[in-house]
């Protein structure tokens, strides 16, 4: 199945090549951020749609968009702007569907991450 989706890459070269700018060391640092960071918010998103809480989602995936956009990772952005979008207009059912790939698209951008040497 080809989406819209599934054609933008894991992680989008223009923004990395707009951090090389910063020193490969501070993309180095940012990355790593990033990645211990995630799994933190993902519990988080969890904890908020166990409990129901539109708002609690609708804030824990805000923040984890924003992070996503900022290393490039705009697949996983896309799919934290779906779930906020679902949780503005109530459907927790949605939000819970789609919250069950993001371990794996996060685990796609650790992978590149990784490719591209800026973690461990």
Not at 73 to 95: F, N, P, T
Request: aromatic residues 2%; negative net charge.
């Amino acid at each position: 199945m080809h989406t819209a989706e599934t054609s933008v890459p894991v992680l989008d070269d223009n923004v990395l090549s707009e951090l090389q700018t910063l020193g490969s060391g501070v993309v180095a640092e940012i990355f790593e951020l990033f990645a211990t960071d995630v799994p933190n918010r993902l519990a988080q998103l969890q904890q908020a749609i166990d409990s129901g809480s539109c708002d609690g989602v609708l804030r824990e995936a805000h923040g984890l968009k924003g992070s996503a956009l900022g290393v490039g990772a705009s697949r996983l952005a896309m799919l934290c702007a779906a779930i906020e979008h679902d949780a503005r207009d109530g459907h927790l059912d949605q939000v819970t569907a789609r919250s069950s790939r993001l371990a794996e698209e996060f685990a796609k951008v650790r992978g590149a991450m990784k490719d591209k040497g800026a973690i461990p």
